[in-house]
């Protein structure tokens, strides 16, 4: 099950910067996650200081 991320996203690039499938990009207010290249490994929630990523 891939992640999301959700309205809390302060648009910081952690989790984009922390994904190691390159599955993160900066959408429209927040970034985004492709939940066809998301391989579910959590690296992103690890990383965003407010927890925005999150199992959807």
């Given at each position: 099950?891939?992640?999301?991320?959700?309205?809390?996203?302060?648009s910081?690039?952690?989790?984009?910067?922390?994904?190691?499938?390159?599955?993160?990009?900066?959408?429209?207010?927040?970034?985004?996650?492709?939940?066809?290249?998301?391989?579910?490994?959590?690296?992103?929630?690890?990383?965003?200081?407010?927890?925005?990523?999150?199992?959807?």
């Amino acid at each position: 099950m891939a992640y999301k991320i959700s309205e809390d996203c302060i648009s910081c690039g952690a989790c984009a910067e922390g994904c190691p499938a390159g599955a993160i990009a900066e959408g429209d207010g927040k970034f985004e996650i492709n939940a066809d290249a998301c391989v579910d490994c959590g690296a992103c929630a690890e990383t965003c200081p407010v927890g925005a990523p999150q199992q959807a």
